[in-house]
């Protein structure tokens, strides 16, 4: 399995950016794919998810400015980000949930420290700038 990010860069507070990830070498349909960030000196933190039924679920600081979709035909799993503050810098990854892992995904009702384990397949990554 392979995911490549695109369209990371820096722009200034308020403005916006749309990241894409480009996923391949896997045949099941995949439950879930989702954004997590990981800023300096903190840790990871999951941005938003989307399962294989078009249900998404958000950071709490995220919501309202971000939106996550997918382009199953495409294998690709976009995040739209607007109105980006200073604290939205950080590392910007994509991931790819192991297969049959929906349940537990949504058992988990959100963002938790825990979200991450639930995906096997992770991107490299890409940065993410806000400048004031």
């Known amino acids: 399995v392979q995911l490549v990010e695109s369209g990371g860069g820096s722009v200034q507070s308020g403005g916006s950016l749309r990241l894409s990830c480009a996923a391949s070498g896997y045949s099941h349909s995949s439950d879930c794919m989702g954004w997590f960030r990981q800023a300096p000196g903190k840790e990871r933190e999951g941005v938003a998810t989307i399962d294989s039924d078009g249900v998404r679920s958000y950071a709490d600081s995220v919501k309202g400015r971000f939106t996550i979709s997918r382009d199953n035909a495409q294998k690709t799993l976009y995040l739209q980000m607007n109105s980006l503050q200073p604290d939205d810098s950080a590392w910007y990854s994509c991931?790819?949930?192991?297969?049959?892992?929906?349940?537990?995904?949504?058992?988990?009702?959100?963002?938790?420290?825990?979200?991450?384990?639930?995906?096997?397949?992770w991107g490299h990554g890409i940065q993410v700038t806000v400048t004031s």
């Open positions: 991931a790819l949930a192991r297969a049959g892992s929906m349940s537990a995904i949504r058992a988990l009702g959100g963002m938790t420290p825990d979200l991450s384990s639930q995906y096997g397949y």
